[in-house]
Every structure is written in structure tokens, then in C-alpha cells.
């Protein structure tokens, strides 16, 4: 079993930047991928960033690239996604997710098992 937090959301002028952390027990944390998602109002989860096991392979969406980045530090359980350079259309709920599927792209919700609880994050102009 996985428990994941979220924290690190808030209110920000576009532009600006956030650093969401994802906080996690659970031997599990560290073999497997953790991917960023994010879900606004009346559109379907996406998927924002991943980053696989030794944080050397790294996903963006195309729409994050060059903006955000993830990180991970296994000694302390933790996923981080840096975002600069906020855009209005970043407003969302983020959720951190562990990948448990082995097939896949990877960036499909369903390949991930465990899920934190959400954290919002709102871009205004």
C-alpha cells in the first residue's frame, strides 16, 4: 500500500511559479514511476509530468514543456513538480499518482493505482 499527500498548491498571478510535493510511505514509492496529473473543471484528468523510478526518464506534456519540471528524492519519499511561468489554463487540481501498470504509455490514468488527494492550484491574470 501506498499513501500519498499532496501539498504546495495555492493562488498565483500568471506568471508566476509553484512548487508542488507529493509525500509518500510505502516501499512501493521508490520502484516504481510517479506521474503528476491534473483535472480542471468539466474537462477529463490529465496527464501533466512522470518521472520513472531513478529519475532519470522524464515525461511533459506538451503544454508544460519547458515550464515545469519533476524531480524525485527517493531517501525522502517525495515527487516534486516545479512550475514557472504559470498560465491561466494551469488552473487545476493536481494530483500525484503511482504507476503500478507495466504496460502502457504511461500516461494513462488507469495505470496508476495509488493517488493522493488532490491540491489546487489557480492561475489568475
Known amino acids: 500500500q501506498v499513501q500519498l499527500v499532496e501539498s504546495g498548491g495555492g493562488l498565483v498571478q500568471a506568471g508566476g511559479s509553484l512548487r508542488l510535493s507529493c509525500a509518500a510511505s510505502?516501499?512501493?514509492?521508490?520502484?516504481?514511476?510517479v506521474g503528476w496529473f491534473r483535472q480542471a473543471p468539466g474537462k477529463e484528468r490529465e496527464a501533466v509530468a512522470s518521472?520513472?523510478?531513478?529519475?532519470?526518464?522524464?515525461y511533459y506534456t506538451d503544454s508544460v514543456k519547458g515550464r515545469f519540471t519533476i524531480s524525485r528524492d527517493n531517501e525522502k519519499n517525495t515527487v516534486y513538480l516545479q512550475m514557472n511561468s504559470l498560465k491561466l489554463e494551469d488552473t487545476a487540481v493536481y494530483y500525484c499518482a503511482v504507476r503500478t501498470a507495466y504496460h502502457g504509455t504511461g500516461r494513462g490514468a488507469y495505470e496508476y493505482a495509488y493517488w493522493g488527494q488532490g491540491t489546487q492550484v489557480t492561475v489568475s491574470s
Open positions: 518521472v520513472n523510478r531513478s529519475g532519470g526518464i522524464t
Open positions: 510505502g516501499r512501493t514509492f521508490s520502484s516504481n514511476t
